[in-house]
C-alpha cells in the first residue's frame, strides 16, 4: 500500500520554510488516496543541545503547526517520534546496515558540523540512519521534503536495497522522495544563497509561523534584495537569488508559479512587491498563527491528541519491527 511519511524537527519554532516546504504539502497529500503519517521527531531535535523545557514546548507547537494548517489528525496519523519506540529499535539495526563511508557523504552534516566534526554528537552523525528507520518502519513509499531532505531520502532507499540484499529478503521498499512547488527550497531572508532555518543566528532572517503582522512586514521590508526590482520574465531571476526567493515564497503562498507572480508584477519595484507580499503573507499565516495560540493554550489536549496518533503509528510500526528482528535472527520473547 503506498503509504506518506514525513516529519519536522522541534528544535525552534516552525518557519515559512517548514510550512510551504512541508506542512503545506502535506495538507494537500493527506486528501489523496495514500496514507498518512506526520510526525514531530524530537529524537532528531536532541542531535545538537536543545533546552528540556523548550523542547517539551516546540513539540506541543509543531502539533498545533501541524493541526491549525489542516492536518486532521483523524484521517492522518499524527504523532511524536520518541513515543513510538520502534523507531529508536529499528534505528539501531539500520545503524548496523549503513556505512560509515555513506555517511562521510552527507552533505548537511557537513555544514552542520563545519569545521568543529570533533566535538559535535555521535547522534547528527548518525541521524540520516535514524531517519531511514523513521520511513522504513511504516514501509512508506513517498516521503515529501524540501530539497535540502533529498540525499537524506535517497540514503533510505540505499539502506533498504542493501539490507534487502544482506538478508536476501524483498522488505524494505524503495522510497520516494517528493519535491515539488515553487517553494521546496524558502531562503534566509539576509541571505539568498543560505536556506530559511529554525535555528539560524538571527532571526530577521526567517518568517516564524507565531510572527505578528507587523513583525511579517517589518522583516520582509529589510529583506535583502538588488537594486533591479521584478523582471519581465522569470530567466531575469537567474543569478538573483534573494530576488528569486521573495518571487518563490509569493507563489507558494498563493498556490501560483512564480511565471505568474512575474507576469503580475512586472517592472515593479520592491517598494511595491515587498508591501504585496507581506500583505499576502499575512492573509495565509494569520488564521493559522491565531489557531496555533488557542491550541497552544490547551496543552494536555495536544497530549491527548499526540497519545492517540502513537498509539496508531504503533499498529503500523510493531508487526514491521517483529519481522525486522526476525529477518537478523534477533530472538523475541
Ligand atoms: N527553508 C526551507 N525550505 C523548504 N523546506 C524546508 N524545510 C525546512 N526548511 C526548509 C522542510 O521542512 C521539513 C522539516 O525540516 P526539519 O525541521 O526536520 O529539518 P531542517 O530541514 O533541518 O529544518 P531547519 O529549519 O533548518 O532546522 P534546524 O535549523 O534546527 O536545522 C523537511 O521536509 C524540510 O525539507
Keep these: 500500500?503506498?503509504?506518506?511519511?514525513?516529519?519536522?524537527?522541534?528544535?525552534g519554532g516552525l518557519t515559512l520554510g517548514n510550512y510551504l516546504g512541508a506542512i503545506k504539502r502535506w495538507v494537500d497529500m493527506q486528501d489523496g488516496a495514500m496514507e498518512t503519517l506526520y510526525c514531530s521527531v524530537d529524537l532528531h531535535a536532541i542531535t545538537v543541545w536543545q533546552d528540556p523545557a523548550t523542547l517539551k514546548k516546540g513539540t506541543r507547537e509543531i502539533a498545533a503547526g501541524m493541526l491549525a494548517s489542516g492536518i486532521d489528525p483523524e484521517t492522518s496519523i499524527l504523532f511524536n517520534q520518541s513515543q513510538v519506540p520502534e523507531h529508536t529499535q529499528l534505528g539501531?539495526?539500520?545503524n548496523c546496515v549503513a556505512r560509515m563511508g555513506w555517511m562521510n557523504r552527507m552533505t548537511q552534516f557537513k555544514d552542520k558540523a563545519g569545521k568543529n566534526a570533533e566535538k559535535v554528537?555521535?547522534?547528527l552523525y548518525a541521524y540520516p540512519s535514524l531517519m531511514a528507520a523513521d520511513i522504513l518502519l511504516y514501509h512508506a513509499t513517498h516521503v515529501p521534503v524540501g530539497e535540502d531532505q533529498k540525499q537524506h531520502v535517497e540514503l533510505t532507499r540505499d539502506i533498504a536495497a542493501k539490507f534487502n540484499n544482506d538478508f536476501g529478503v524483498d522488505f524494505f521498499p524503495m522510497t520516494?522522495?517528493?519535491?515539488?512547488?515553487p517553494a521546496t527550497?524558502?531562503?534566509n531572508l539576509r541571505d539568498g544563497t543560505k536556506k530559511m532555518s529554525k535555528s539560524g543566528e538571527s532571526d530577521m532572517e526567517r518568517i516564524n509561523m507565531l510572527d505578528d503582522a507587523d513583525t511579517i512586514a517589518k522583516k520582509f521590508k529589510k529583506a535583502r534584495t538588488d537594486p533591479e526590482g521584478i523582471p519581465e520574465s522569470v530567466e531575469g531571476l537567474e543569478g538573483?537569488?534573494?530576488a528569486a526567493n521573495l518571487v518563490n515564497i509569493y507563489a507558494g503562498l498563493a498556490n501560483s508559479s512564480p511565471q505568474a507572480v512575474v507576469a503580475e508584477y512586472a517592472g515593479a519595484g520592491w517598494g511595491t512587491f515587498k508591501p504585496a507580499l507581506a500583505e499576502l503573507a499575512v492573509e495565509?499565516?494569520?488564521p493559522i498563527s491565531d489557531e496555533m495560540k488557542r491550541l497552544m493554550d490547551d496543552p494536555a489536549e495536544i497530549d491527548r491528541k499526540l497519545a492517540r496518533g502513537a498509539q496508531r503509528a504503533r499498529e503500523i510500526a510493531t508487526p514491521v519491527l517483529e519481522r525486522t528482528y526476525d529477518i537478523v535472527g534477533l530472538l523475541r520473547s
Design 284 to 286: 495565509k499565516l494569520a
Design 92 to 94: 539501531w539495526i539500520l
Design 240 to 242: 538573483r537569488p534573494e
Design 185 to 187: 527550497r524558502v531562503m
Design 121 to 123: 554528537s555521535l547522534g
Design 176 to 181: 520516494e522522495p517528493v519535491i515539488e512547488g
Design 1 to 11: 500500500t503506498p503509504r506518506v511519511f514525513s516529519g519536522i524537527k522541534p528544535s
